[in-house]
């Protein structure tokens, strides 16, 4: 699928969070500026989260946000590999009741769980974005109307 803006990215991330339920775990993968925050922001928005709280935490790698269910939100884009404390940590939010959103997944993709969503997105355009979602072992449906 197409968004044509930021604010189509973010409603889009906003359908997603309100199918989203504890456990289920979001990977974002794209190019640098390709809107991986910006639908963080909105799936935590329609996880019941104020969007303007929502950052990206690429120093500390992972923030906390409480709304309707927990999410863990980590950002790996200053690592070179996903190891050591960083993949214990990875693997303690993966198994925590929360939902956990991870931005730069592509650095440890032998990390996820079995049951996982994929998002990849890439520039289309000028403000436009491609969206790509892979549902893996039996995810749900994420992008059904409301």
Same mark, same amino acid.
């Given at each position: 699928?197409?968004?044509?803006?930021?604010?189509?990215?973010?409603?889009?991330?906003?359908?997603?969070?309100?199918?989203?339920?504890?456990?289920?775990?979001?990977?974002?993968?794209?190019?640098?500026?390709?809107?991986?925050?910006? #639908?963080? %922001?909105?799936?935590?928005?329609?996880?019941?989260?104020?969007?303007?709280?929502?950052?990206? $935490?690429?120093? +500390? /790698? =992972?923030?906390?946000?409480?709304?309707?269910?927990?999410?863990?939100?980590?950002?790996?884009?200053? #690592?070179? %590999?996903?190891?050591?404390?960083?993949?214990?940590?990875?693997?303690?939010?993966?198994?925590? $009741?929360?939902? +956990? /959103? =991870?931005?730069?997944?592509?650095?440890?993709?032998?990390?996820?769980?079995?049951?996982?969503?994929?998002?990849?997105?890439?520039?289309?355009?000028?403000?436009?974005?491609?969206?790509?979602?892979?549902?893996?072992?039996?995810?749900?449906? =994420?992008?059904?109307?409301?």
């Amino acid at each position: 699928m197409i968004t044509d803006s930021s604010a189509g990215t973010a409603a889009l991330g906003r359908r997603i969070g309100r199918r989203l339920a504890s456990g289920d775990v979001v990977a974002l993968k794209g190019a640098l500026g390709s809107g991986k925050t910006t #639908l963080a %922001k909105g799936i935590a928005e329609g996880l019941g989260v104020d969007g303007a709280r929502v950052s990206s $935490p690429t120093f +500390t /790698l =992972v923030h906390e946000y409480e709304g309707r269910e927990k999410i863990f939100h980590m950002d790996w884009y200053r #690592l070179k %590999k996903v190891e050591g404390a960083d993949e214990e940590l990875a693997l303690e939010c993966f198994g925590r $009741p929360a939902v +956990t /959103l =991870v931005e730069w997944a592509e650095k440890a993709p032998g990390l996820f769980p079995e049951r996982h969503l994929e998002i990849c997105l890439s520039h289309a355009g000028p403000n436009k974005r491609k969206v790509l979602i892979k549902k893996h072992g039996g995810f749900q449906d =994420v992008t059904a109307g409301d």
